[in-house]
């Protein structure tokens, strides 16, 4: 197959010739509102800030849970090495505008660049960074290796290969290895994971805990809690969180379903993808389900039967307002989202049967009973009929979740380790000359 015949320097010129078809795709974001106008020459490899003096630790997380997940490790990171700036790039908008809320001072946000060696070089030769974290799964060949080119040392966190993936890099080994022997160490998710990674051609792998496991609860403004507390009163009340197409009819489904048993109940529906808003209210009302938006300002009446929460960043407020939670993603083959979300805010949770995003988690919730898995809309009705009837078993199974989740922390500490090395024992910058090379 062609894969085999893959190098870093086939690639690179790949990308070259693919230029054009490049070019195209990110017009085609742009147009979709997928890309931020004012900063779009960031993607190009032209940055819009300049690079602060000393020492800058350049940390990548693909979109918003990755990005998010870094914030514990660089509050820890900026008080062990205060005069250490922190440069953390995404390529998504939404991690843009919910990093710009929460960054420390000393941190600073850019787009990555796309993958033409122009764009990378241009981003390279400008931040300097001093050491690189790249997190989960999402390397792009021309910019790990045009960093490691320079000599810079590079971690990978959280790292994460699934079964496809790992038969997918197989088939290019002559790319795979030389993309992941440049990472001085990984950090993987999993020892699935581990031993892919290995097999693919990476060095010192070990598995020391999960960054996500170690976040703090999702942030949230109290005033708008206590208002909207207000007004659901002593409704019932779940909560369909980070869901995907096709995951809102069962949602749909299963709360007309709950309203013939319980007809004050208050669904709440945050989609994973907030300009979906239009499409679910539509959903949601062809079921004859009457619907308040929070992205129009609508308020919560005795009449509402779904509360959609179309806007980003609302998560926190969300699992405060819901005893019950649903974890998107599960459903519907996305792999699921991150069940420690809620249970760290005292939610009892259930969940659909795709959960490889988090297995590690998934184990740890259903070895404590904390969480319960669906198929459809009809079982999900059913689960969470079952919670909305017992108090005592909804209780128990939420404080089983929250102490699930404070057991399985440790990655934080893990991981800044491993940077606390490489800053105070810099790599020799010339240890990867030549990589670029094959």
């Not at 197409?245 to 945050?270: C, K, N, Q, W």
């Not at 980003?312 to 307002?321: A, C, H, P, T």
């Not at 989740?405 to 090395?421: F, K, N, P, Q, T």
Request: charged share 25%; glycine share 8%.
């Amino acid at each position: 197959m062609i894969e085999t015949l893959i190098t870093p320097r086939s690639y690179r010129y790949a990308s070259l010739l693919a230029s054009p078809v490049i070019g195209a795709w990110l017009a085609y974001r742009r147009s979709r509102g997928k890309e931020d106008e004012a900063r779009f020459g960031e993607r190009l490899g032209r940055p819009s800030l300049p690079r602060p003096e000393g020492r800058l630790v350049w940390m990548h997380g693909a979109s918003v849970g990755e990005s998010l997940s870094l914030l514990p490790l660089v509050a820890r990171l900026r008080e062990e090495f205060p005069d250490a700036h922190v440069l953390i790039t995404s390529g998504t908008v939404s991690s843009a505008q919910l990093l710009r809320e929460r960054l420390p001072a000393g941190v600073q946000h850019q787009f990555v660049p796309v993958d033409r060696p122009g764009a990378v070089r241009r981003f390279v030769r400008h931040w300097r960074p001093d050491l690189s974290v790249w997190v989960e799964s999402e390397l792009w060949p021309n910019l790990v290796l045009e960093t490691a080119a320079r000599g810079t040392p590079m971690l990978l966190l959280n790292g994460r290969v699934s079964r496809r993936s790992a038969t997918r890099w197989r088939r290019a080994p002559h790319l795979s290895r030389p993309l992941l022997a440049v990472f001085d160490c990984v950090l993987a998710q999993t020892e699935a994971d581990a031993e892919r990674f290995r097999a693919l051609g990476a060095r010192n792998v070990t598995v020391q805990g999960n960054l996500k496991n170690d976040a703090p609860p999702l942030p949230a403004d109290e005033g708008s809690v206590a208002t909207l507390r207000d007004a659901i009163g002593a409704r019932p009340c779940w909560a369909a969180a980070s869901t995907h197409e096709g995951e809102e009819d069962a949602v749909a489904e299963a709360a007309s379903a709950l309203r013939r048993s319980f007809p004050d109940l208050l669904t709440i529906l945050a989609p994973r993808h907030p300009e979906r808003g239009d499409t679910c209210a539509e959903l949601l009302e062809s079921h004859g389900l009457t619907v308040a938006r929070h992205s129009a300002g609508g308020a919560i009446t005795p009449a509402t039967a779904v509360y959609l929460v179309d806007t980003l960043g609302e998560l926190g407020s969300v699992y405060r307002l819901a005893d019950i939670a649903f974890v998107g993603g599960s459903l519907a083959a996305h792999g699921g989202h991150n069940p420690l979300e809620p249970a760290r805010l005292d939610c009892a949770l259930v969940t659909g049967p795709h959960t490889e995003n988090f297995l590690e988690a998934f184990a740890a919730l259903e070895d404590a009973g904390a969480v319960a898995r669906v198929s459809d809309a009809r079982t999900l009705a059913a689960a969470v009929r079952a919670l909305l009837d017992d108090e005592a078993a909804r209780a128990a199974r939420a404080a089983a979740a929250g102490e699930a989740a404070r057991a399985l922390g440790g990655g934080v500490e893990a991981a800044l380790g491993l940077i606390r090395d490489h800053l105070e024992q810099p790599c020799g910058r010339n240890a990867r000359a030549g990589v670029l090379g094959g």
